[in-house]
């Protein structure tokens, strides 16, 4: 499969975070008196932020792995079958 | 109830998540081009990938807001559901049985039983299990379409159509991969979503010991010794001491034992999840990874079910009460959405109800690529069109695909008309599931167990469980779906859960017991037919050349030690 699942997730978690925090930024503070006063739009967006990002970045690194991993396997023979078939007993 | 307002931004998250979603089945369509990448992910999947995904199937909205609504109903003794329920079941799954699932190259759990026994055994499991998850995603639909109906005051049809067509786009397009990617992706989002509640939550009510407090309270108003709500295991001596309603031996052997280990050993739920895995120590990890997140899941939605009842016992000082069904007793399934509303603004809102959304989606996407492999593999290849092409199976799948969801649909539309059917459909699928559980222990374990010995096993195991459940009599209930139809009534629980609990307790020795000598009177299937599909037959896979962290055995016991520990912490 040649989509790591980290660079979806770390850009929907960047756009998430980055919505939440501008719009906490740029919210009314009356709205977080259910909150307990804290800003949590702005202070979890921030988190949520760098989450997807240190996702993209690993997903960046994984993607071009898997691409060269298809690359070599087609110019090579047909990939090793690492433990997949169970060898019985006697054979 | 009044319903939430949601602001603009909230229903932009709401967007942003439908758009990925739906973007990674678009994205995943080209790589779909044989059934196996349909219904296995080829077997590609990376361990981490597929132990989240494991997780996540199971972490349908039913569970997020049920375990609340237990955390609330009965405090943190909901998590036996976890700590000795889940846990060490996963463990074994990891272990001691993935080398016969993996190793054997069945496609599904219904084909390894054809495997190991014989076609009559596949056909019932098939067609029950088929059965099941269909009505499971209608069951769960027809909860959300009520609950976000309650909560916002959207339409029943509205709620229900949406997330149903959301789930038939990503699962046609990109299969069980796009249904395993998207439950990663899924979990991520229910962790962000509820941390700030638990966060929150915790921060309002003074932290752990602020709520023990306040829940001593609540247990001294319901007539319970103060750590009623906040000990798991020191009130278990005796049924009537805990909210439960069970001691500890049928909670130890009904929920530990039979039931958590019936549904994460056999479930082909879960255990497809760790066959799309990309080898087999990836597939032995699969659950071993799950089991570290299952773990700390207690917190995230036992935590706020517990800070809701004790803020309703105190609703003086804080303005918070869960509301009342009609007939008085109080509503604990609304426990999350008015937690989330309470405490969430606009913008967290939104995170929160896409946390509850996604829970749901997994949940259903968990059940609708279970129900398109069994069919497909179990039920239309085995029985209706043999010998066709692996282009005609994958187009299959995608059928399948869309008439498992709309049947599922028509489940979700007739609990609206009759809510008794579905009560009677969950209680007879309880009955097939429980004795599961020991067929496959046998089966795996012992060679001499036969087909006609695990045929005979099921079914009496299933009329045990039926009739157990229909001489005995939770309290406080009416005759019928809660059990004593069979006119007497021998025995009196003092929970419907205790009821369930014993009722897997005989259901499972009661298949154990008849499969044995059964088995014992039949003939054996040949060693050699059974290489790879018994233990005493099959080598042991090596874990020589892993580092320590991949081998199954040391992340079995890690994961056995924190739950130990996470017990004796909580006791």
Same mark, same amino acid.
């Given at each position: 499969?040649?989509?790591?699942?980290?660079?979806?997730?770390?850009?929907?978690?960047?756009?998430?975070?980055?919505?939440?925090?501008?719009?906490?930024?740029?919210?009314?503070?009356?709205?977080?008196?259910?909150?307990?006063?804290?800003?949590?739009?702005?202070?979890?967006?921030?988190?949520?932020?760098?989450?997807?990002?240190?996702?993209?970045?690993?997903?960046?690194?994984?993607?071009?792995?898997?691409?060269?991993?298809?690359?070599?396997?087609?110019?090579?023979?047909?990939?090793?079958?690492?433990?997949?078939?169970?060898?019985?007993?006697?054979? | 109830?009044?319903?939430?307002?949601?602001?603009?931004?909230?229903?932009?998250?709401?967007?942003?998540?439908?758009?990925?979603?739906?973007?990674?089945?678009?994205?995943?369509?080209?790589?779909?081009?044989?059934?196996?990448?349909?219904?296995?992910?080829?077997?590609?999947?990376?361990?981490?990938?597929?132990?989240?995904?494991?997780?996540?199937?199971?972490?349908?909205?039913?569970?997020?807001?049920?375990?609340?609504?237990?955390?609330?109903?009965?405090?943190?003794?909901?998590?036996?559901?976890?700590?000795?329920?889940?846990?060490?079941?996963?463990?074994?799954?990891?272990?001691?049985?993935?080398?016969?699932?993996?190793?054997?190259?069945?496609?599904?759990?219904?084909?390894?039983?054809?495997?190991?026994?014989?076609?009559?055994?596949?056909?019932?499991?098939?067609?029950?299990?088929?059965?099941?998850?269909?009505?499971?995603?209608?069951?769960?639909?027809?909860?959300?379409?009520? *609950?976000?109906? @309650?909560?916002?005051?959207?339409? $029943?049809? +509205?709620? =229900?159509? %949406?997330?149903?067509? /959301?789930?038939? &786009?990503?699962?046609?397009?990109?299969?069980?991969?796009?249904?395993?990617?998207?439950?990663?992706?899924?979990?991520?989002?229910?962790?962000?979503?509820?941390?700030?509640?638990?966060?929150?939550?915790?921060?309002?009510?003074?932290?752990?010991?602020?709520?023990?407090?306040?829940?001593?309270?609540?247990?001294?108003?319901?007539?319970?010794?103060?750590?009623?709500?906040?000990?798991?295991?020191?009130?278990?001596?005796?049924?009537?001491?805990?909210?439960?309603?069970?001691?500890?031996?049928?909670?130890?052997?009904?929920?530990?034992?039979?039931?958590?280990?019936?549904?994460?050993?056999?479930?082909?739920?879960?255990?497809?999840?760790?066959?799309?895995?990309?080898?087999?120590?990836?597939?032995?990890?699969?659950? *071993?990874?799950? @089991?570290?997140?299952?773990?700390? $899941?207690? +917190?995230? =939605?036992? %935590?706020?079910?517990? /800070?809701?009842? &004790?803020?309703?016992?105190?609703?003086?000082?804080?303005?918070?009460?869960?509301?009342?069904?009609?007939?008085?007793?109080?509503?604990?399934?609304?426990?999350?959405?008015?937690?989330?509303?309470?405490?969430?603004?606009?913008?967290?809102?939104?995170?929160?109800?896409?946390?509850?959304?996604?829970?749901?989606?997994?949940?259903?996407?968990?059940?609708?690529?279970?129900?398109?492999?069994?069919?497909?593999?179990?039920?239309?290849?085995?029985?209706?069109?043999?010998?066709?092409?692996?282009?005609?199976?994958?187009?299959?799948?995608?059928?399948?695909?869309?008439?498992?969801?709309?049947?599922?649909?028509?489940?979700?539309?007739?609990?609206?008309?009759?809510?008794?059917?579905?009560?009677?459909?969950?209680?007879?699928?309880?009955?097939?599931?429980?004795?599961?559980?020991?067929? +496959?222990?046998?089966?795996?374990?012992?060679?001499?167990?036969? &087909?006609?010995?695990?045929?005979?096993?099921?079914?009496?195991?299933?009329?045990?469980?039926?009739?157990?459940?229909?001489?005995?009599?939770?309290?406080?209930?009416?005759?019928?779906?809660?059990?004593?139809?069979?006119?007497?009534?021998?025995?009196?629980?003092?929970?419907?859960?205790?009821?369930?609990?014993?009722?897997?307790?005989?259901?499972?020795?009661?298949?154990?017991?008849?499969?044995?000598?059964?088995?014992?009177?039949?003939?054996?299937?040949?060693?050699?037919?059974?290489?790879?599909?018994?233990?005493?037959?099959?080598?042991?896979?090596?874990?020589?050349?892993?580092?320590?962290?991949?081998?199954?055995?040391?992340?079995?016991?890690?994961?056995?030690?924190?739950?130990?520990?996470?017990?004796?912490?909580?006791?």
């Amino acid at each position: 499969m040649g989509l790591d699942i980290r660079l979806p997730i770390g850009l929907m978690f960047s756009l998430l975070g980055s919505v939440l925090a501008a719009f906490g930024l740029w919210s009314d503070r009356t709205i977080y008196a259910r909150s307990l006063g804290y800003n949590v739009n702005l202070w979890w967006g921030l988190v949520l932020l760098a989450f997807g990002l240190v996702f993209i970045y690993f997903g960046r690194r994984g993607t071009r792995a898997l691409r060269s991993a298809a690359h070599s396997a087609a110019m090579t023979s047909p990939a090793s079958v690492e433990e997949r078939t169970p060898v019985p007993h006697g054979q | 109830m009044n319903s939430i307002e949601l602001a603009g931004v909230d229903y932009a998250i709401l967007g942003i998540y439908f758009a990925f979603v739906v973007g990674i089945g678009v994205a995943l369509k080209r790589y779909m081009r044989s059934s196996t990448d349909f219904f296995l992910s080829g077997r590609t999947i990376p361990a981490w990938v597929a132990g989240l995904a494991f997780l996540s199937a199971n972490l349908g909205a039913q569970e997020v807001i049920g375990m609340a609504a237990s955390g609330a109903k009965y405090g943190i003794a909901t998590s036996h559901f976890y700590w000795i329920g889940a846990v060490p079941a996963m463990a074994f799954v990891g272990v001691f049985m993935m080398p016969f699932y993996y190793g054997s190259r069945a496609r599904s759990v219904p084909e390894y039983l054809r495997l190991r026994f014989d076609e009559k055994t596949r056909g019932f499991n098939a067609v029950s299990f088929a059965a099941m998850t269909v009505f499971s995603s209608g069951i769960s639909m027809y909860a959300m379409g009520l *609950l976000l109906g @309650a909560l916002l005051g959207w339409d $029943f049809d +509205f709620s =229900v159509l %949406v997330s149903a067509g /959301i789930v038939l &786009a990503y699962i046609y397009l990109g299969g069980l991969t796009s249904a395993i990617y998207n439950e990663v992706l899924q979990f991520f989002l229910i962790v962000g979503g509820f941390i700030p509640l638990v966060w929150l939550g915790l921060k309002d009510v003074g932290g752990w010991s602020g709520l023990t407090t306040r829940l001593a309270e609540t247990a001294r108003q319901a007539g319970f010794q103060p750590g009623a709500w906040t000990d798991s295991w020191a009130h278990m001596g005796s049924a009537s001491a805990n909210p439960m309603g069970i001691e500890w031996f049928g909670l130890a052997m009904g929920l530990g034992f039979v039931l958590s280990f019936g549904y994460w050993t056999t479930d082909f739920l879960v255990v497809q999840r760790a066959m799309a895995a990309n080898s087999m120590s990836a597939a032995r990890r699969t659950p *071993l990874i799950a @089991a570290f997140p299952k773990m700390l $899941f207690p +917190f995230l =939605v036992i %935590v706020p079910g517990m /800070i809701a009842i &004790a803020l309703t016992t105190h609703a003086g000082q804080s303005g918070f009460t869960l509301p009342a069904k009609p007939d008085g007793s109080t509503n604990y399934d609304m426990t999350i959405p008015l937690m989330l509303g309470h405490y969430f603004p606009p913008g967290l809102l939104g995170l929160g109800l896409t946390a509850l959304m996604a829970s749901f989606m997994s949940g259903m996407a968990g059940n609708v690529t279970a129900f398109n492999t069994v069919w497909t593999y179990d039920i239309y290849q085995a029985y209706i069109n043999r010998s066709a092409s692996d282009a005609h199976y994958l187009r299959m799948g995608r059928f399948a695909t869309v008439f498992g969801i709309g049947l599922s649909l028509l489940t979700a539309y007739a609990t609206t008309q009759f809510n008794n059917i579905m009560d009677m459909l969950q209680l007879v699928f309880a009955f097939v599931n429980a004795p599961l559980f020991a067929t +496959f222990l046998l089966g795996m374990f012992w060679k001499r167990a036969s &087909a006609h010995g695990a045929f005979a096993g099921l079914l009496g195991g299933t009329a045990a469980a039926a009739l157990h459940h229909g001489l005995t009599m939770p309290a406080a209930a009416a005759v019928g779906f809660k059990g004593g139809w069979l006119g007497t009534v021998v025995h009196g629980y003092p929970s419907e859960m205790a009821q369930n609990f014993w009722t897997a307790i005989f259901a499972w020795t009661t298949c154990f017991m008849v499969t044995i000598l059964v088995s014992l009177v039949t003939a054996p299937r040949p060693d050699r037919e059974l290489r790879g599909l018994v233990y005493s037959l099959t080598e042991r896979p090596r874990d020589t050349g892993l580092a320590w962290y991949r081998k199954p055995s040391a992340l079995a016991l890690t994961v056995l030690a924190l739950a130990l520990l996470l017990n004796v912490v909580f006791f």
